[in-house]
Each structure stands twice: as structure tokens, then as C-alpha cells.
């Protein structure tokens, strides 16, 4: 592969790394930069669903991936007024769909690290790091792209293409002039963790959502630094909330009681962040193309985020090793426009959305009617199966795959 196909992706993290491990794989070299010296430790997505836990046995990391993970068969919703369980989802329903008829918890820094240690292999596989994007540019055969390391001098880097895969932020998106329409949730999020064992304690999987007016809480097992397990409760402020209330010990504590009756428990981690809900107006503009965070944004509820932009990516990469071999460009750079923008919108963004309503839901009689829906579907086995098929995302990659 000449030189000059070489693709340039800004932004190291999930999404990117990914993508340029499956362009390396198929040998198209590849140039990633990421302004942070590695990737962030704190607590980002956290599960592996089926359909990437497929994608990436092409990319020969699923095996160290289940090496690490927590495997997880299940997932429930419960009415946390009443403890009660309304019902537990079986990715065991998918055994004739996937190879992986379940998630696998794990750190998203640990997913990325596997990745990069992956791309190790490949020497045309380069990052930059700590390097920041500054400017992007085309021209009509060729892309632009200039950096800043830490002492201040600036670079350019030239290529055939670029994938935008700098995050929700995306100095890409931005200077392609793409807008990024939606909204942000009034209240912000705080991931807390606790080594405290819940799923012993109260019956939890290792992922659960428990359903509130107000004080919902999402909550599930990664394997934590030395593999013995943490939970990460995911708990709303009020927006009447300060910062500070409600990253203090007292907070957190009044939280664990209602929500498990027990505590107080150690906690070892917390973070506060606010939640989007955005998808770019379009995912290409000419050579420079969006994907993952830089193309749509979403709440963790579900664990969507990272897995669609997943799909992004691979999807994205097969068609540029086309593009190398001649394929019409703007033919296939379109149609993953339309492929990943639409589902974007029609399964994350919708089932995002759906599952914090479902959480939240303040109005007694239309809560007690959803979650007497979902112990309904539960008992359907078609519904179960459809349910769990569009939870785990396969459903999402079977329809983009069907858009021409
Ligand atoms: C605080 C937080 C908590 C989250 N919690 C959850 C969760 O609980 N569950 C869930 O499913 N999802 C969660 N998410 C979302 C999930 O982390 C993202 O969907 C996922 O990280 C998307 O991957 P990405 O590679 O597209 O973008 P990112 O992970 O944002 O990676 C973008 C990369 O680009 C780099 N970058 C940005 N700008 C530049 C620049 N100008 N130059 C060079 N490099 C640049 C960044 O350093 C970063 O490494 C969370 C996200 C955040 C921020």
C-alpha cells in the first residue's frame, strides 16, 4: 500500500484506536494522535456487548478481552421503590444470532489498551501521543492535518483520508462545520464504586437498572485494578445539587442506604459529568469522515455509546480498504453517512433515551404500566429475544448493514 494512502485519525481513544487496528490488520497504514500522554483511567463505558464482542474476533482481540472481562449473562430491571425484580433479560436468547450470547464488563481503558497492544504488531500502526489537533484541511486528492506536541512546535501530516474520532468535542466536527444538534440532560451523572460485593449482598447481576421517580440507579461489576471486582453505581444529582454536595461521603452514603437498605460502604472512586444527547448533522464531508463520540453522543444507560461507535469504526475501515483498492469513494463514504447516522438516531439515540424515561418515570400510573410492560415481555419469548437483539446492538448493525 503506497504511502500516500495513508489514513490519519485524530483522537486514540475506543473508536479510534479500533479503526486504525483494523486498517493496520488489512494494511493500510495509519497515523493516530491523541493529545492525552494515555488513555484516561476514569470511569467511562464499562461493557461489551455480543455484537462487538463478534466484530472483534476479527481483529483478534476477543479472546484476551474474555480473558480480562466479567462475563455477564444477564441483566435486570428492578422497581427500586420495592426491590423488587421486574425482570431479568437472558443474552442467552441470542445463542443462535452471536458467538457471544453475553457482555462482558471491563474498563474501557483496558479495551483500548488491548487494542493498542494489538496494534504493536503492525509497524505501520503509528501514534502520536501527547499531540493535539489543532486544524484539519482537504484538498481534492489529499487530507491535512496540523499537530501541537508539548513543547509547542507544530506539525502537518498529510493523507488520504481522516477520521474524526476526537470525542464528543471534536475539533474535527467543529472545523468541518458540521453542527451537532440535540440536547443535554438537566441533571449530571455520578459514577461512584464501591469494592463492596452487591451481587453477594442484595441478588444483583452484574448489570442492573433500578427504576425511580427520582433517585434511580444504575448499577454494575467491572473487574476493577486487580480483578477481584468493583461496582460503579451510577446515581442522578438534582439539579438543585451542588458539586460539592454531591461528591461528598454523606451524599454518596444517602444513596447506597436507599437504594440497598445498607452501607455505608467504602468508596473508592466518584465522578461527575453531564449527559448529551447529540448526533452530527451529517458523518463526511468530503475525505475527512466522523465517527464514534465525534459523530453522536448519548447517556450510559445501556452501554451504547462505545459499542455504536465501535461499529462506526469497522464499518468505516472496511470501506476505506475498498476505497484503496479502487472502489468509488464518495459511493461508499455516502452510504456510511446513511448507514451509521440513521441507526445512530434509530437505535441508540431512541433506546438511550427510552431507558432513562423508563428509569425516571415520575407519573405513578404510566410508571407501573411500563414496568408491567417489561414483565410482560420478559415472559414473551419473541419480545425477550427482540428486546435483548436491539439492547446488545445487533439488531443496529443488522439494519445499517441493510441501508444502501
Ligand atoms: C466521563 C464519561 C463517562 C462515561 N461513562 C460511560 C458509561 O458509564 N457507559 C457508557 O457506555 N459510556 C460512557 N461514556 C461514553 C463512552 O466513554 C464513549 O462513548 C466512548 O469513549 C467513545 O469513544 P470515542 O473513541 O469515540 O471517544 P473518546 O473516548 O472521547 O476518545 C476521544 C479521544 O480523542 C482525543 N482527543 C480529543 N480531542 C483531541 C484533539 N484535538 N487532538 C488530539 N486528540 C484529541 C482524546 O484524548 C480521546 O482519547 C462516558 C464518557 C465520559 C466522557
Not at 92 to 107: K, M, W
Not at 140 to 156: K, L, N, R
Not at 349 to 354: L, V
Request: charged share 25%.
Amino acid at each position: 500500500m503506497a504511502e500516500k494512502q495513508r489514513i490519519l485519525i485524530a483522537g486514540g481513544g475506543p473508536v479510534g484506536v479500533v479503526t486504525g487496528l483494523y486498517l493496520a490488520r488489512h494494511g493500510i497504514p495509519v497515523t493516530v494522535f491523541d493529545k492525552a500522554p494515555k488513555p484516561p483511567e476514569d470511569h467511562r463505558a464499562a461493557t461489551l456487548q455480543p455484537s462487538t464482542l463478534d466484530l472483534f474476533e476479527e481483529l483478534g482481540l476477543t479472546e484476551s478481552i474474555l480473558q480480562q472481562g466479567f462475563k455477564s449473562h444477564h441483566f435486570q430491571w428492578r422497581d427500586r421503590a420495592t426491590h423488587e425484580v421486574v425482570a431479568e433479560f437472558d443474552y442467552g436468547r441470542l445463542s443462535d444470532l452471536t458467538r457471544h450470547p453475553y457482555v462482558i464488563q471491563l474498563e474501557q481503558h483496558k479495551t483500548v489498551n488491548t487494542a493498542l497492544e494489538a496494534a504493536k504488531e503492525f509497524g505501520d500502526f503509528v501514534i502520536h501521543r501527547p499531540v493535539e489537533v489543532l486544524a484539519v484541511r482537504q484538498g481534492a486528492d489529499h487530507v491535512e492535518c496540523d499537530v501541537q506536541d508539548e513543547s509547542g512546535e507544530i506539525t502537518t501530516h498529510r493523507g488520504s483520508y481522516l477520521v474524526g474520532c476526537d470525542g464528543g468535542r471534536s475539533i474535527v466536527r467543529k472545523t468541518i462545520g458540521v453542527s451537532f444538534e440535540g440536547f443535554t440532560w438537566p441533571e449530571r451523572f455520578n459514577i461512584v464504586s464501591t469494592p463492596v460485593d452487591l451481587a453477594e449482598k442484595h441478588g444483583f447481576r452484574f448489570r442492573n437498572y433500578c427504576a425511580h421517580p427520582d433517585r434511580w440507579v444504575s448499577l454494575m461489576k467491572v473487574p476493577g485494578e486487580d480483578g477481584t471486582g468493583l461496582w460503579r453505581c451510577v446515581f442522578p444529582a438534582k439539579t438543585e445539587e451542588t458539586d460539592e454536595e454531591v461528591m461528598s461521603d454523606e451524599w454518596i452514603q444517602a444513596r447506597f442506604k436507599e437504594c440497598m437498605n445498607a452501607g455505608p460502604y467504602e468508596i473508592v472512586h466518584r465522578n461527575m459529568y453531564a449527559v448529551h444527547q447529540r448526533v452530527a448533522g451529517c458523518f463526511r464531508s468530503g475525505r475527512i469522515v466522523l465517527a464514534g463520540d465525534a459523530a453522536h453522543v448519548n447517556n450510559p444507560i445501556g452501554g451504547m455509546g462505545m459499542n455504536s461507535g465501535f461499529q462506526d469504526g469497522i464499518n468505516l475501515a472496511r470501506k476505506l480498504i475498498e476505497i484503496g483498492k479502487g472502489a468509488d469513494a464518495d459511493q461508499l463514504l455516502d452510504r456510511y453517512d446513511r448507514q451509521r447516522r440513521l441507526t445512530a438516531i434509530e437505535y441508540v439515540q431512541a433506546q438511550s433515551i427510552a431507558n432513562k424515561k423508563l428509569l425516571e418515570e415520575k407519573d405513578p400510573e404510566v410508571r407501573a404500566g411500563r414496568l408491567q410492560e417489561l414483565r410482560e415481555i420478559v415472559n414473551d419469548p419473541q419480545r425477550h429475544l427482540d428486546f435483548v437483539k436491539r439492547s446488545s446492538l445487533i439488531s443496529m448493525w443488522d439494519k445499517s448493514e441493510t441501508i444502501v
